[in-house]
């Protein structure tokens, strides 16, 4: 999704894996695509012009159909959430059961990195931490794939996948992968 945030590198990484990947920006974009990618950013600028644009109701639509996959990372995973409690009225495709609380780490620690342990990795993953929300709840329909200080920061709910870090930062393409297998099976499933 090129609306807003750091979609270039996410594009780059998926290059380096030899997939071919289309800037979203109009629902007419999302033709033919079997994952979506929602960068990191701006959480309040992504969702105010995706319901402009018709993108939202446009990706609500396919995520029901079960047709598209979607990963929200860092400003993208406050889209995906059903609840931000502070801003409850934020514009969001609000689908993922989990909710979130934005910029939650405080000023101090704004930004870190931590070598995370992910569900079916075998080595630890170096995750960049920027201004990032919190994962206050998540759903029973949820899955906690990793956490940071035992709270979750990468979590999976059928083909929906959020996490509030930057996997698009590091040169470790492995959750880039992760999301390709959900997306296949989108298209499998589809
Ligand atoms: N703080 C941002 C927001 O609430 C998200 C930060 C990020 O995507 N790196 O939109």
């Given amino acids: 999704m090129a609306i807003q945030g750091d979609f270039r590198e996410h594009k780059q990484m998926l ?26 950013g701006e959480s309040t600028t992504i969702g105010m012009l995706a319901r402009e644009y018709g993108l939202e109701g446009a990706v ?34 609000g689908v993922l059961n989990i909710a979130v609380q934005r910029n939650a780490y405080g000023r101090q620690v704004d930004s870190f990195e931590e070598d995370l342990e992910i569900l079916g990795f075998e080595r630890p993953f170096h995750a960049f931490f920027i201004r990032a929300p919190r994962i ?7 899955r906690v794939l990793a956490k940071h200080q035992n709270e979750a920061v990468l ?32 298209l499998v499933a589809k």
């Fill in 60 to 93: 609500r639509e396919r995520v029901r159909e079960g047709s598209l996959a979607v990963w929200g990372t860092c400003a993208g995973a406050i889209w995906l959430a059903r609840e931000i409690p502070e801003f409850p009225d934020q514009p969001r495709l």
């Fill in 136 to 142: 206050l709840k998540v759903g029973d329909d949820v």
């Fill in 155 to 186: 979590v999976q709910s059928g083909k929906l996948l959020a996490g509030t870090f930057h996997p698009e930062l590091s040169e470790d393409t492995r959750v880039h992968q992760l999301f390709l297998q959900l997306s296949s099976n989108a």
């Fill in 15 to 40: 290059k380096e894996l030899g997939v071919e990947a289309v800037e979203v920006r109009l629902p007419r974009d999302l033709e033919g695509l079997a994952g979506l990618i929602v960068p990191g």
